[in-house]
């Protein structure tokens, strides 16, 4: 990469959704003043084809010629969605995940189709989007179809300080699209249909939900001074989180969760409710987690 500012990265196959990603990330780039990075990871088999009919150098040449067709689709699709856009298209050799990872130590953030081809095949359905988000250096962004222009950025929060990243990114995306800000906390009476049903008797519900809706406030309260033109609306639910959040997302143009936590987001990116959020969230996601770049 060259130097200057952090571009965004944006993963390549040639499907419609790699597409649909493509233009995401060129309105993002266009908001942020960054490059635009185009990645297709070059994977060249070493055996699987006749060698009586075909050598290993026309294989490559085959791949790196499809590759380049993809690209310049893609940044046709990028010109049309941001004009102005600094762009330029690479075609690393490698698997996708450790290309991927090693993009992520220099980017703003990498955006991926929630479907894929070729280099990319089954990205976000399956351990490859798990595995990036959990161990890529920035925030991961998954594109499903064409985001709507309206509604509010929504975050879900889970009272740790290992959500303040997401808690930050969800902050200047609201900023930087001049939207709102919902951000979300849930708890679930976990006790009913349990063993310990009785002990649910004591319990002050009404007070669970106020201390909630406490820490919520505290989370939020320094980023509202940093970021005083978003409206922020605060939610406390008392749902499931995978629930909460897909039912939040059918109007949101963007929705954001944390890769770390405890609570109600606990293991987002580690279990079923990352799964979940992957298959399923109609507006784009981002998967944040603490910047290992960053002091402290």
Avoid at 43 to 60: D, N
Wanted: hydrophobic share 45%.
């Amino acid at each position: 990469m060259t130097g200057g500012p952090a571009p965004i990265v944006v993963g390549v196959d040639g499907s419609s959704s790699a597409l649909d990603a493509v233009a995401w990330a060129a309105q993002e780039s266009a908001r942020h003043g960054v490059r635009l990075r185009l990645v297709h990871a070059l994977f060249v088999p070493v055996r699987g084809y006749p060698e009586l009919l075909v050598t290993e150098y026309e294989v490559r040449r085959a791949v790196e010629e499809q590759a380049d067709a993809w690209l310049a689709a893609a940044e046709e699709a990028a010109r049309t969605a941001a004009p102005t856009v600094d762009v330029e298209a690479v075609t690393p050799f490698g698997s996708v995940v450790p290309v991927l990872v090693g993009e992520s130590r220099r980017a703003r953030m990498i955006v991926l189709g929630s479907q894929g081809l070729g280099g990319f095949t089954g990205l976000l359905v399956g351990s490859t989007a798990v595995g990036l988000s959990a161990h890529g250096e920035c925030p991961v962004v998954v594109v499903r179809g064409t985001p709507p222009e309206g509604g509010p950025v929504v975050v879900g929060v889970d009272g740790s300080p290992a959500s303040e990243a997401a808690i930050e990114f969800a902050f200047d995306a609201a900023s930087t699209r001049g939207a709102s800000l919902t951000a979300v906390m849930t708890w679930t009476d976990f006790l009913v249909g349990s063993p310990y049903d009785e002990a649910r008797q004591a319990i002050d519900w009404e007070e669970v939900e106020q201390a909630e809706r406490r820490l919520l406030a505290q989370r939020m309260a320094g980023w509202q001074e940093k970021y005083p033109d978003v409206h922020v609306d605060r939610l406390v639910v008392r749902d499931r989180p995978v629930r909460a959040l897909l039912r939040l997302a059918r109007d949101a143009r963007l929705l954001v969760v944390g890769s770390r936590g405890h609570g109600g987001f606990a293991g987002m990116l580690l279990g079923s409710t990352s799964q979940a959020l992957v298959y399923h969230a109609p507006c784009p996601l981002a998967v944040v987690r603490p910047d290992p770049r960053r002091p402290g």
